[in-house]
T-cell receptor, first 113, second 113 residues
Framework: DADVTQTPRNRITKTGKRIMLECSQT?????MYWYRQDPGLGLRLIYY???????NKGEISDGYSVSRQAQAKFSLSLESAIPNQTALYFC????????????FGPGTRLTVL | KNQVEQSPQSLIILEGKNCTLQ??????????LRWYKQDTGRGPVSLTI?????NTKSNGRYTATLDADTKQSSLHITASQLSDSASYIC????????????FGKGTHLIIQP
């Protein structure tokens, strides 16, 4: 079984719809992250969480919210999706050391029409 | 502002040839530098990590170098294989702050038979 899983893997939705992307991990890591990846822009951090009670905004948090339901679960919500949120979204986990390796999920391809 | 610049943006080489990818950074203070490999449609996977005191580190046919004085790193791929076709992302970790990671935009490498 994969250590970091994301659901759904692909999603097509319409402008204004609420969307939730889910991430689960079995690595036992405290830290979890959400990134989006756009062609030519690389990976950009949306939100991150260092433990269940900790939520932090990343570089591009506007239009997104997150929930850390448990150590192993971290979900990303788009309250009212817009077309420029069309992107590839990755969840990642790491242990508590600064600069520790991040383990990425397989990604969710989201298209907002 | 912390920045990581990678070059070239894309590269095409023939199978069996060697190549070198470059990463220049202005992250301060420096903690470590990682190279990730991202296959198309998948999440990035760590190849190597370099700390301040390390000049060279190998992982099979991949060799990373670090010059902390000039703030440059390179990833050399020897005897390329078709499976090396991927994007290679340089990520620098800084001391201080809550997150501390700066991502490069990646080099897209294509190996042709």
């Amino acid at each position: 079984d994969a250590d970091v899983t994301q659901t759904p893997r692909n999603r097509i939705t319409k402008t204004g719809k609420r969307i939730m992307l889910e991430c689960s991990q079995t690595k036992g890591h405290d830290r979890m992250y959400w990134y989006r990846q756009d062609p030519g822009l690389g990976l950009r951090l949306i939100y991150y969480s260092f433990d269940v009670k900790d939520i932090n905004k990343g570089e591009i948090s506007d239009g997104y919210s997150v929930s850390r339901q448990a150590q192993a679960k971290f979900s990303l919500s788009l309250e009212s999706a817009i077309p420029n949120q069309t992107a590839l979204y990755f969840c990642a986990t790491s242990d508590h050391q600064r600069g520790a390796e991040q383990f990425f999920g397989p990604g969710t391809r989201l298209t907002v029409l | 502002k912390n920045q990581v610049e990678q070059s070239p943006q894309s590269l095409i080489i023939l199978e069996g040839k060697n190549c070198t990818l470059q990463c220049n950074y202005t992250v301060s203070p420096f903690s470590n530098l990682r190279w990730y490999k991202q296959d198309t449609g998948r999440g990035p996977v760590s190849l190597t990590i370099m700390t301040f005191s390390e000049n060279t580190k190998s992982n099979g046919r991949y060799t990373a170098t670090l010059d902390a004085d000039t703030k440059q790193s390179s990833l050399h791929i020897t005897a390329s294989q078709l499976s090396d076709s991927a994007s290679y992302i340089c990520v620098v970790s800084a001391g201080g702050g809550a997150d501390g990671l700066t991502f490069g935009k990646g080099t897209h490498l294509i190996i042709q038979p």
